[in-house]
Nanobody, 121 residues
Framework: QVQLVESGGGLVQPGGSLRLSCAASGSIFTIYTMGWYRHAPGKHRELVATITSTRTTNYVDSVKDRFTISRDNAKNTVYLQMNSLKPEDTAVYYC???????????????WGQGTQVTVSS
């Protein structure tokens, strides 16, 4: 069983910063790409950022130069540093990881439970 647990969400004023963390635990053989998605009310779920096992990163245009994704492979953890936050960044943020649980099992995508980020004055 694989679990992804997010932390770090909350309420912040416009222009502020938050750091999200997502730790993977359980039966894990290899973690490939990890990423963050967000889902705002009335909108489709949106890819925010991804990072491969070799630390190649990708961002949606709206967060470039404001958000930074990173990972600690020793801790099976991915982070999202969010700076210069805007009200339109308000959403539930979900962690995602592409994992091979055991040598004998195929790869699957796993999701965290989500953490709320609210940007408001």
């Amino acid at each position: 069983q694989v679990q992804l647990v997010e932390s770090g969400g909350g309420l912040v004023q416009p222009g502020g910063s938050l750091r999200l963390s997502c730790a993977a635990s359980g039966s894990i053989f290899t973690i490939y790409t990890m990423g963050w998605y967000r889902h705002a009310p009335g909108k489709h779920r949106e890819l925010v950022a991804t990072i491969t096992s070799t630390r190649t990163t990708n961002y949606v245009d709206s967060v470039k130069d404001r958000f930074t994704i990173s990972r600690d492979n020793a801790k099976n953890t991915v982070y999202l540093q969010m700076n210069s936050l805007k009200p339109e960044d308000t959403a539930v943020y979900y962690c995602n990881a592409y994992i091979k649980p055991t040598p004998n099992r195929g790869n699957s995508y796993y999701w965290g439970q989500g953490t709320q980020v609210t940007v408001s004055s």
